[in-house]
C-alpha cells in the first residue's frame, strides 16, 4: 500500500501524525514544507496527503494548488490552526478532501484519515469479476466524462456510493470537491441549510454565516445519498436548483448561481415512489436523466471470492494481522450465504473474522461468535449490521448440529467453541436438542 505523507513544520506534530498513522497500519512519510514535500512526491506515489497551513517557505494554501496541478484526485487532509470557517471553506474550494481544525482529538484525525483512505479505495479498486458489474462500470466511466445527474439505485449495500465516488474520480471535475450529503441522517428541519447554507441571524441558532454543501461542492460533484428520504418541501427547491443551476441561501438577498454535478443514490423504487406521490415525479425525470442498477451480491456470485480475499488483504493490514486469505471450507460457507446486506454485509463479516483470527487463513469458525466485549461490538459495525452476521451464525450452528445428530459436544468441537456457547445460543433462539447421554 502506499505511504501517506505528512507535511508540518512542526517537529512535535510530525511526529505525533507518524505515529497515529502508522498505528492505523498505514505507512508514512514526513515532511517540512511544501517545498519538500513537491520533492518527495515527484519521487514517491503517496495515499494521500495530511497538511498543515501555517509552514515557512511553501505555505499550505499554495502547496495544495500545487498538489492539485500535478495529480488530480490524491486526496488531501488539512489541518488548519486556530483557523476561522472561512479559511476551511477557502482550503475545500481549493481542492482539499476535508479539513480538521486545530485543537483536534487523535479521535477525530483517526476518523478522517480513515474514511479517506476508505473513499478513495474507490480510485483504486472496484473489486468484481462479473460480467454485468463489468458493463456497468463500462458505462459509469462513458457517462462520468460528460456533466450528466446521475441516478444510482440499487439494494442497500451494493456499492452504490462507491460507484458515485468512481464517477467524480473518473470525470473532469475529479480534482475539485466531492462532497457526499446523507439525507436519511439529517433532520428535516436543518437539510435546507446544510445543502444551500444560511445567512448570520436568518433564523433561531444561526450565530454565523454558512456556506452549503452544493456551494462548497461548487466546480465539483455533489452527492445526495439516500434521496428518497428528501422531504417534499425540499424537493422542490432541489428541483429549482437543478432548473436554474443557482441556490438561495436561507435569508440571502442574491441567488448565487453554482456548477456543480449532481449524483444521487437510493435503495428504494423511485418510480414507484413517484407515481405513488410520495416524491415529486418531474424530479425524478430530471435526476434519472442517466439511472444505473447496481445489481445486488446474489446475482453476481462470481463477485463473493475476489471480494473476501480482497477484504481480507485489507483488514489484515489495517488490523496489523497476519492473515492471508481463507480456507476452502470459510469460502465455501461464505458463497452458499444469502448476504441480504449485501457487500456492506460480507465486508463486516470478514472484518470481524480477521479481528477474531489467530492463523494465517481465515477458518469457518472465525464466522462464529462468543459474544464480544462491548468495546469490540461498537468497533466494528452498527447493531444493524450485525443482524445479517447473526443469521449466518445461526444457520451455520443449525446445519452443524443437524450433521451431528444435535450432539452439542461435537458441533462445539467442529465449530470450534466452548460447548456453554452452543448451549447459550440456543437457548437464545428458543431452540433444543435434548442433552446426548
Ligand atoms: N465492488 C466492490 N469492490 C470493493 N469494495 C466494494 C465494492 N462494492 C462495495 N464495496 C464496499 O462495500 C461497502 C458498501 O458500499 P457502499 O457504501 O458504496 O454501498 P451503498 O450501496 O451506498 O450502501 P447503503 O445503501 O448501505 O448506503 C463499502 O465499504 C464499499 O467500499
Ligand atoms: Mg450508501
Redesign the pocket.
Known sequence: MKPILVVDDDPQMRDALREAIQRLGYEATVAENGQDALGKMAGTPFAMIITDMKMPRMDGLTFLKEVRRRVGNLPVLVITGYGTVENAVETMKEGATDYLMKPFSFDKLNGKISSIM?AS??DR????GNPK?VRLLQITRDVAAGDTTVLIY??????????ARYIHSQSLRKSKPFVAVNCAAIPEHLMESELFGHEKGSFTGATDKKPGKFELANDGTILL??IGEMPMGLQAKLLRVLQEREIDRIGGKHTIPINTRVLA?T?RDLRKEATEGNFREDLYYRLSVFPLH?PPLRERPE?ISP?SE?FVRKFSALLNKEVKGLTGDALNFLLRNQWRG???EL?NALHRAVLLSRGKLIDISDFMLDEPPPELKTGISPDNSNRGIKEMERDLIMKTLRDVNGNKTKAAKILGVNVRTIRNKLSEYGKNFPDEQ
Open positions: 476508505e479505495a474507490a479498486e472496484i473489486i468484481t458489474m440499487g439494494e442497500s449495500g451494493t456499492g452504490k456510493e462507491l460507484i445519498d439516500e443514490t435503495n447496481v463477485d471480494l480482497y449485501n457487500i456492506r465486508e
